[in-house]
Nanobody, 122 residues
Framework: QVSVVESGGGLVQPGGSLRLSCEISGSIFKILTTGWYRQTPGNQRESVATFTTSDLRNYADSVKGRFTISRGNGRNRLYLQMNNLKPEDTAVYYC????????????????WGQGTQVTVSS
């Protein structure tokens, strides 16, 4: 069993900052990629910031220069520093990890957290 848990969402004024955290735990053999995604009502989930298998960082154009993805030691902790937040950043933010697990006979699956609400409003 693999667990992904996000924290750190909340209400912030435009121009403010928030830091999201994510912890990946459980029967992990290898974490291949991790990333942050967001979704608003009626829209598809979109990629915000991700680490590739080569440890490169990819960002959505809408957040470049404002958001920074980072990791703790190892790959099981993920962070998203969000600065200069805008009302259009309001969404539920999800952490996801592509994990090869002992429980799945090393087959890689994508695991999602439950999501954390970020609301940018004055």
């Amino acid at each position: 069993q693999v667990s992904v848990v996000e924290s750190g969402g909340g209400l912030v004024q435009p121009g403010g900052s928030l830091r999201l955290s994510c912890e990946i735990s459980g029967s992990i053999f290898k974490i291949l990629t991790t990333g942050w995604y967001r979704q608003t009502p009626g829209n598809q989930r979109e990629s915000v910031a991700t680490f590739t298998t080569s440890d490169l960082r990819n960002y959505a154009d809408s957040v470049k220069g404002r958001f920074t993805i980072s990791r703790g030691n190892g790959r099981n902790r993920l962070y998203l520093q969000m600065n200069n937040l805008k009302p259009e950043d309001t969404a539920v933010y999800y952490c996801a990890a592509d994990v090869s697990s002992w429980d799945t006979n090393f087959v890689t699956n994508r695991y999602w957290g439950q999501g954390t609400q970020v609301t940018v409003s004055s």
